[in-house]
């Protein structure tokens, strides 16, 4: 898989492999999912625990999804597919925002990432989650969340918070 390298300014300026831009700790472009359905009691989030087979991160709570595009491909072209190759179904996405964030893995990798939000508005009819992606998945009201991030962060990736913070402000 080929990541787009970018700089602090989200400029392209190259490409490299996904496990070596993640090794090097080189910036690229990335984007985290958020599918979020209201309900009379507020916001309700889409989340995943991510697989215990990733290469990094596993077993943690998360957003809807998240990826890399391809070069030549729209962060929302490339959230759709993910989307539907994550969890078995599609809806339109629109841009949150957008945040910068580095963080050190196990493993000794590093996440160095332009991280594009993006919110999709509904509950889908099925959901088909991708087992190789996903070891489970459930809703949660933005408030339970938003107290399960402040008393047990370990539970959930380090890029989640700060995209939570995007979506919220949106």
């Not at 078995?88 to 949150?96: D, H, K, M, V, Y």
């Not at 088909?128 to 402040?150: C, T």
């Amino acid at each position: 898989i080929i990541v787009i390298l970018v700089d602090q300014y989200d400029n392209v300026i190259g490409s490299a492999e996904k496990m070596s831009a993640h090794i090097q700790g080189l910036c690229h472009r990335a984007f985290s999912v958020f599918i979020v359905h209201a309900t009379p009691q507020g916001w309700m989030l889409l989340l995943q625990q991510r697989a215990w087979s990733k290469y990094h991160s596993q077993g943690l709570w998360t957003n809807t999804c998240c990826s890399h595009p391809s070069p030549n491909e729209s962060i929302i072209v490339a959230a759709e597919r993910r989307l539907q190759e994550e969890f078995g179904f599609s809806l339109p996405l629109q841009s949150a925002g957008v945040f910068h964030y580095s963080a050190n893995l196990e493993d000794n990798l590093i996440e160095n990432e332009i991280d594009h939000v993006l919110v999709g508005y509904g509950k889908p009819e099925q959901i088909k989650p991708n087992p190789e992606e996903i070891a489970d998945y459930r809703w949660w009201s933005l408030e339970e969340l938003q107290l399960a991030l402040k008393h047990t962060p370990q539970q959930f990736t380090v890029w989640l918070k700060p995209a939570l913070d995007i979506l919220v402000k949106a």
